[in-house]
């Protein structure tokens, strides 16, 4: 499977990133790599994180890493990951 990265996921997570690196560019670099790490992991087990509590639906996935939610979809059909998002839970709502 290959991954492709929604807009929304890249914005923020350079937000994300920009905060981490005003105490410490090191420490910022480290958790994207961390991150990075944990979603390649997904080509192995897609289906290893819990089904999406923002999203209804069976496809949609939540990691979760270092107290942020990352919701994925996975796309069986081509055969691909989309990461949809990257936030802490206390910033978004259930939606339905």
Do not use: C
Not at 28 to 43: P, V
Not at 54 to 71: C, E, H, M, N, S
Not at 75 to 89: R, Y
Request: proline fraction near 3%; hydrophobic fraction near 35%.
């Amino acid at each position: 499977m290959r991954f492709e990265y929604n807009p929304a996921f890249i914005d923020h997570f350079l937000g994300i990133w920009h905060y981490i690196a005003q105490e410490s560019v090191d420490r910022a670099n480290s958790f994207e790599k961390q991150l990075r790490d944990r979603i390649e992991q997904l080509t192995h087990f897609p289906y290893k994180y819990r089904v999406s509590y923002y999203y209804q639906d069976d496809a949609i996935r939540d990691l979760i890493f270092k107290g942020y939610t990352i919701p994925y979809y996975i796309d069986e059909t081509n055969q691909k990951i989309v990461i949809l998002d990257i936030f802490k839970w206390t910033d978004k709502e259930r939606k339905t």
